[in-house]
């Protein structure tokens, strides 16, 4: 997997490049690109950021690039409007509560300019009885798995919710969601496949009470991992002074 790691940065101040993204038509499908943050995407698609998270079943602001977002809500369908007399596309837009963007994007605008009785693809603000389920990557998966078990106390050997020791902890997450990986935290450093940089749902390795890798994580992205350490399941920074210099390195397991 080489995915690069991308936050949003609503709260953090973090400057990126410019918005370069694409949606496709009329699915409206956003792939992240870099330098994008939930927050350049919400507001070039006239969308809140909360929505976005909603309707994409994130749980964190990080994104990462070529993720998939949809920019509809997963109960929305695609009708068609004839434009009439005095329309603008801001008009439409509020009328079917979609952004202007997005009503260009659907229907390959490349300019405001419409014709009386063309026709458009907008999107209709009726709700189905049963919504379609919203697709989600094996990444966010395996992060929103690790989320649940904060606070979840540490166990030497133990490898359930009733208490994680480290590498304990990482096989139980990948397993739930359908992922076999080596139960040790040593054969999980040898078992797995190097990378030199680590990105969200890799795993993260540390040299601590004896030599070689002795501890493990999942990576989260912004230098940020979860881990079942001695105080329990809580997320810790691997440039913090305890962890720095005990990093050994990374491996991914979704390829």
């Not at 094996?138 to 994680?164: D, R, S």
């Not at 999942?218 to 005990?246: C, E, H, M």
Request: glycine fraction near 8%; charged fraction near 10%.
């Amino acid at each position: 997997m080489k995915k690069q790691l991308l936050t949003a940065a609503a709260t953090a101040g973090i400057l990126f490049a410019s918005f370069t993204g694409t949606a496709s038509a009329h699915e409206l499908i956003y792939t992240v690109q870099s330098g994008d943050t939930l927050w350049k995407i919400s507001q070039a698609n006239k969308i809140s950021i909360a929505d976005l998270k909603t309707w994409n079943n994130l749980i964190s602001d990080t994104l990462y690039v070529n993720q998939k977002l949809s920019l509809l809500a997963p109960h929305s369908h695609d009708t068609t409007y004839t434009v009439q007399s005095g329309d603008t596309l801001w008009k439409i837009s509020s009328r079917f509560n979609i952004s202007v963007t997005q009503l260009k994007t659907m229907n390959n605008l490349a300019t405001d300019t419409i014709q009386v009785g063309q026709v458009l693809m907008v999107s209709a603000t009726t709700s189905s009885t049963t919504a379609p389920e919203t697709t989600v990557s094996k990444v966010q998966m395996v992060i929103n798995e690790a989320n649940k078990y904060i606070g979840t106390p540490y166990l030497w050997g133990g490898n359930t919710p009733a208490g994680f020791d480290c590498s304990g902890y990482t096989s139980y997450v990948f397993a739930k969601v359908g992922i076999t990986i080596p139960r040790t935290a040593a054969t999980q450093w040898s078992g797995l496949t190097p990378v030199s940089n680590p990105n969200p749902g890799d795993l993260v390795f540390f040299e601590t009470y004896a030599p070689g890798p002795t501890h493990v994580g999942i990576y989260l992205g912004n230098n940020k991992f979860i881990q079942a350490g001695s105080s329990g399941v809580s997320i810790a920074d691997l440039t913090n002074i305890y962890w720095k210099p005990r990093y050994l390195g990374a491996r991914t397991v979704i390829n």
